[in-house]
């Protein structure tokens, strides 16, 4: 990650850019060698012994202009301390390897990022570079067919940070569901309605084959029963009819029900959608059978043995895939590939899944069938962000299975038993105050983010649970809190006002630890742009461990409330700084960034 601040960063490309056009003007290079000259790029170096920005753009031009690399690197070099911009930026230079130019910062351009949060708050970090570009991302969408279960917690966690990160960039997001509430499923969670509410539980002779187990059931047949009314956020009122023949009507009271307790799963984990986009309505709008319609018209499908064919291994599938089976009905890419057209023609040039990894033969089929269409959807398109299992431990064994849903571990269980939810007061939301759902929801977003999404995921309950520096989401609020703490006796003893912050001359902060927190901080801005540009909201998680690990190196290192008013104010303005930055990170990923522990 780079550590500079950005505004910094086009400062000395800028000044590297001009120092390249002298020494390119002064080598008299010809148009032909100079109208393709790289643009300037600044790394990090390898190893922090190396100097804190790395160019290799003397490599870069040495081919074409026939010169020696160092050489060329060390003419740059001095074209660029030559110009009087550079001094309050560059402390000094150096030739390294075959011709790497390596620079040390200032400790007036290290110092500055303290000036530059304070100032800017919670809009440090926040870039424009997406302006005017609206990008969906589609996450969670379960079937309505029963609790969201631990991969939708994943899902939701993963999804809204990088909702959030994306808008960091200046894009304009869209959050949407797509709820598939048409096809075998719905079925089978109409049939154990019914099979409950006739009196019959899982293992019982009339129980059907396939049927869900969950105790949920049960309690959707009573109310549908007893005429309880339901409705989801964006859904009609559904009252619950009594009529136990009536197959439809269960089927939509069990829909509305469910849509309802997924509302208040995602309500507990504290995620919102823009838009619910329902799966019937593909078929209902004709969107399907236009669809298809259109492929045929391409000309890249077949007839074979009664079934209809697109020619998927055209755009890159392993195999052709069928569209429509020999019985009439639609294969579930059909249906898929429908739903991405109204994402185009609602304007999202950028579109990104987030799914389980079970889906990632779905990838090549959806975008076949977008490219078969040949409307203009580029070839990449839609993004993929596929996860991995989550594995629940619980006091040193693997969790399975729990009393809401039968077969799995639910969202709301996890966010309940992470909160330390009393026994009895699980699945009862009504007797857990806000403080007990806080903690469980800021554990769950924190440790389902804090891995890449292709790997496999342990949530250990226990450690959410611990209040020391083992649990990751403790060690970054505790150290946010602890600031606040720091703060609040800076007031007390010393009268202190934050007003006042910005006018503090910080050029006394020179330490070994100060600088290094100060260089964390700095890379705050260039953080969000890499976990934008790469899909990897896991990186906010690092980030912060980090960022913490190196407050707690500087407070345990350095007295902050010391009797000199001068070190005392700029040790403040430094921690009111990082206090910032923690916060900002932590909202970036859903979770809360307490004043008190």
């Given at each position: 990650?780079?550590?500079?601040?950005?505004?910094?960063?086009?400062?000395?490309?800028?000044?590297?850019?001009?120092?390249?056009q002298?020494v390119?003007?002064?080598?008299?290079?010809?148009?032909?060698?100079?109208?393709?000259?790289p643009?300037?790029?600044?790394?990090?170096?390898k190893?922090a012994?190396?100097g804190d920005v790395?160019?290799?753009?003397?490599?870069?031009?040495?081919?074409?202009?026939?010169?020696?690399?160092?050489?060329?690197?060390?003419?740059?070099?001095?074209?660029?301390?030559?110009?009087?911009?550079?001094?309050?930026?560059?402390?000094?230079?150096?030739?390294?390897?075959?011709?790497?130019?390596?620079?040390?910062?200032?400790?007036?351009?290290k110092?500055?990022?303290?000036?530059?949060?304070?100032?800017e708050?919670?809009?440090?970090?926040?870039?424009?570079?997406?302006?005017?570009k609206?990008?969906?991302?589609?996450?969670?969408?379960?079937?309505?067919?029963?609790?969201?279960?631990?991969?939708?917690?994943?899902?939701?966690?993963?999804?809204?940070?990088?909702?959030?990160?994306?808008?960091?960039?200046?894009?304009?997001?869209?959050?949407e569901?797509?709820?598939?509430?048409?096809?075998?499923?719905?079925?089978?969670?109409?049939?154990?309605?019914?099979?409950?509410?006739?009196?019959?539980?899982?293992?019982?002779?009339?129980?059907?084959?396939?049927?869900?187990?969950?105790?949920y059931?049960?309690?959707?047949a009573?109310?549908?029963?007893?005429?309880?009314?339901?409705?989801a956020?964006?859904?009609?009122?559904?009252?619950?009819?009594?009529?136990?023949?009536?197959?439809?009507?269960?089927?939509k009271?069990a829909?509305a029900?469910l849509?309802?307790?997924?509302?208040?799963?995602?309500?507990?984990?504290?995620?919102?959608?823009?838009?619910?986009?329902?799966?019937?309505?593909?078929?209902?709008?004709?969107?399907?059978?236009?669809?298809?319609?259109?492929?045929i018209?391409?000309?890249?499908?077949?007839?074979?043995?009664?079934?209809?064919?697109?020619?998927?291994?055209?755009?890159?599938?392993?195999?052709d895939r069928?569209?429509r089976?020999?019985?009439?009905?639609?294969?579930?890419?059909?249906?898929?590939?429908?739903?991405?057209?109204?994402?185009?023609?609602?304007?999202?040039?950028?579109?990104?899944?987030?799914?389980?990894?079970?889906?990632?033969?779905?990838v090549?089929?959806?975008?076949?069938?977008?490219?078969?269409?040949?409307?203009?959807?580029p070839k990449?398109?839609?993004?993929?962000?596929?996860?991995?299992?989550?594995?629940?431990?619980?006091?040193?064994?693997?969790?399975?299975?729990?009393?809401?849903?039968?077969?799995?571990?639910?969202?709301?269980?996890?966010?309940?038993?992470?909160?330390?939810?009393a026994?009895?007061q699980?699945?009862?939301?009504?007797?857990?105050?806000?403080?007990?759902i806080?903690?469980?929801?800021?554990?769950?977003?924190?440790?389902?983010?804090?891995?890449?999404a292709?790997?496999?995921?342990?949530?250990?309950?226990?450690?959410?649970?611990?209040?020391?520096?083992?649990?990751?989401?403790?060690?970054?609020?505790y150290?946010h809190?602890?600031?606040?703490s720091?703060?609040?006796?800076w007031?007390a003893?010393?009268?202190?006002?934050?007003?006042?912050?910005?006018?503090?001359?910080?050029?006394?902060?020179?330490?070994?630890?100060?600088?290094?927190?100060?260089?964390?901080?700095?890379?705050?801005?260039?953080?969000?742009?890499?976990?934008?540009?790469?899909l990897?909201?896991?990186?906010?998680?690092f980030?912060?461990?980090?960022?913490?690990?190196?407050?707690h190196?500087?407070?345990?290192a350095?007295?902050?409330?010391?009797?000199?008013?001068?070190?005392?104010?700029?040790?403040?303005a430094?921690?009111?700084?990082?206090?910032?930055?923690?916060?900002?990170?932590?909202?970036?990923?859903?979770?809360?960034?307490?004043?008190?522990?």
């Amino acid at each position: 990650r780079n550590s500079m601040l950005p505004a910094h960063k086009q400062s000395l490309e800028a000044l590297l850019a001009a120092g390249v056009q002298q020494v390119l003007a002064e080598a008299n290079a010809d148009a032909a060698n100079t109208s393709n000259a790289p643009a300037i790029s600044l790394e990090r170096p390898k190893a922090a012994a190396h100097g804190d920005v790395a160019c290799n753009i003397a490599m870069q031009l040495a081919k074409p202009l026939q010169k020696n690399p160092r050489e060329l690197a060390q003419r740059i070099v001095d074209a660029l301390l030559a110009q009087p911009a550079a001094k309050s930026l560059v402390e000094a230079a150096e030739i390294a390897g075959p011709g790497f130019i390596n620079l040390r910062l200032t400790a007036q351009a290290k110092q500055a990022v303290v000036s530059a949060v304070i100032a800017e708050g919670a809009a440090f970090g926040l870039s424009t570079q997406g302006a005017g570009k609206r990008v969906m991302v589609e996450f969670v969408s379960a079937n309505p067919t029963g609790p969201l279960h631990l991969g939708h917690g994943r899902q939701a966690a993963l999804g809204d940070a990088l909702a959030n990160v994306l808008a960091s960039q200046g894009y304009a997001v869209h959050r949407e569901f797509y709820y598939n509430d048409a096809g075998v499923q719905i079925q089978t969670l109409a049939t154990s309605t019914q099979a409950r509410a006739k009196g019959f539980k899982p293992g019982d002779a009339g129980w059907p084959e396939a049927a869900y187990n969950g105790d949920y059931i049960a309690d959707i047949a009573h109310d549908y029963m007893t005429g309880q009314t339901v409705a989801a956020k964006d859904g009609e009122p559904v009252k619950g009819k009594g009529d136990i023949d009536d197959l439809d009507a269960i089927r939509k009271f069990a829909v509305a029900y469910l849509r309802h307790e997924q509302d208040m799963d995602l309500q507990a984990f504290g995620v919102k959608f823009d838009q619910y986009y329902l799966e019937s309505s593909l078929y209902s709008e004709g969107r399907v059978a236009k669809t298809v319609d259109a492929l045929i018209a391409t000309g890249k499908t077949f007839e074979h043995e009664g079934a209809l064919w697109l020619c998927t291994t055209d755009y890159g599938d392993d195999k052709d895939r069928v569209m429509r089976k020999s019985d009439g009905t639609y294969t579930y890419f059909v249906p898929d590939v429908a739903y991405h057209v109204t994402k185009w023609e609602r304007g999202f040039s950028k579109v990104i899944n987030v799914q389980g990894s079970d889906h990632h033969g779905t990838v090549a089929r959806v975008r076949a069938g977008l490219q078969a269409l040949g409307v203009g959807i580029p070839k990449g398109y839609p993004d993929y962000v596929l996860h991995k299992m989550v594995t629940v431990m619980r006091n040193g064994q693997e969790v399975k299975i729990s009393k809401r849903a039968g077969s799995y571990v639910t969202v709301r269980d996890l966010i309940e038993w992470s909160g330390g939810a009393a026994p009895g007061q699980e699945a009862a939301p009504d007797l857990l105050d806000e403080a007990t759902i806080q903690r469980g929801r800021d554990a769950v977003r924190f440790f389902l983010i804090s891995r890449k999404a292709d790997t496999e995921f342990v949530f250990d309950v226990d450690l959410a649970l611990k209040q020391n520096d083992e649990n990751p989401v403790y060690y970054v609020q505790y150290a946010h809190a602890r600031i606040c703490s720091i703060l609040s006796e800076w007031k007390a003893r010393f009268g202190g006002d934050e007003a006042a912050l910005p006018q503090i001359d910080v050029s006394g902060l020179t330490s070994t630890r100060a600088m290094a927190l100060m260089h964390k901080l700095a890379e705050y801005p260039d953080m969000l742009t890499h976990a934008a540009s790469e899909l990897a909201p896991h990186a906010i998680a690092f980030y912060l461990r980090e960022l913490a690990g190196e407050f707690h190196s500087f407070y345990n290192a350095e007295r902050v409330l010391v009797d000199v008013q001068a070190e005392r104010d700029v040790r403040i303005a430094l921690l009111a700084a990082t206090r910032q930055v923690l916060a900002n990170g932590l909202a970036m990923i859903g979770v809360s960034a307490p004043a008190k522990m």
